[in-house]
């Protein structure tokens, strides 16, 4: 299984509403990524977990949370978000030196 | 930190002919290389890597050179196709669990 599997695919969500992205790998890989992708852009990094700890994040506004319930599971927890914050959420993991493998990602429209 | 410059932005070729698109990198401890190609819509795909004690690389039409002493590297597709259209992102890294530094990609179109 050389997979990373996203849900939701589309969510359009409100800015009070509270939502989560969910990502799940099984090639044990020990580093789970969350990027923002914006059209025309290349991915922009969010939050690095290693060994299910947190060890980057690149001053994300706290609207954005991420929890790593377990190696295989990561999430990305979103409430009070802005029209600015529409964008494709990628989730990737990668084994220690190894190249990152990326989701299919979720397109996020903020209204 | 590392920066990585990505050229052309845009490219246009015709099916059957060869795509080469180039890198540079400013970090010397960058030992990692990936490419990665974005359809409409998907995530991105790993489609070959390079480290820094190999020069060439090659996977059928896909082929990575690595210049070490210049930091640069390319990826060079040959006999184009139509599905080769896409985004082409590079990358560099190191072989830590330092997150990657991307281009800011090419936009290959391959005219049938």
């Known amino acids: 299984d050389t997979e990373v599997t996203q849900t939701p695919k589309h969510l359009v969500m409100g800015m009070t509403n509270k939502k989560s992205l969910k990502c799940e790998q099984h090639?044990?890989?020990?580093?789970m990524y969350w990027y923002k992708q914006k059209a025309k852009k290349p991915p922009e990094l969010m939050f690095v977990y290693s060994y299910e700890k947190l060890s980057i994040n690149e001053s994300v506004p706290s609207r954005f949370s991420p929890e790593c319930p377990n190696s295989s599971l990561l999430n990305l927890h979103l409430h009070a978000l802005q029209p600015e914050d529409s964008a494709l959420y990628l989730c990737a993991s990668s084994r220690q030196g190894g190249g990152a493998f990326f989701g299919q990602g979720t397109r996020l429209t903020v209204v | 930190g590392e920066n990585v410059e990505q050229h052309p932005s845009t490219l246009s070729v015709q099916e059957g002919d060869s795509a080469v698109i180039k890198c540079t990198y400013s970090d010397s401890a960058s030992n990692y290389f990936p490419w990665y190609k974005q359809e409409l819509g998907k995530g991105p795909q790993l489609i070959i890597d390079i480290r820094s004690n190999v020069g060439e690389k090659k996977d059928q039409r896909i082929a990575v050179t690595l210049n070490k002493t210049a930091k640069h590297f390319s990826l060079h597709i040959t006999e184009t196709q139509p599905e080769d259209s896409a985004v082409y992102f590079c990358a560099a890294g190191d072989s830590g669990n330092t997150p990657l530094v991307f281009g800011k990609g090419t936009r290959l179109s391959v005219i049938a």
């Open positions: 090639m044990g890989h020990r580093a």
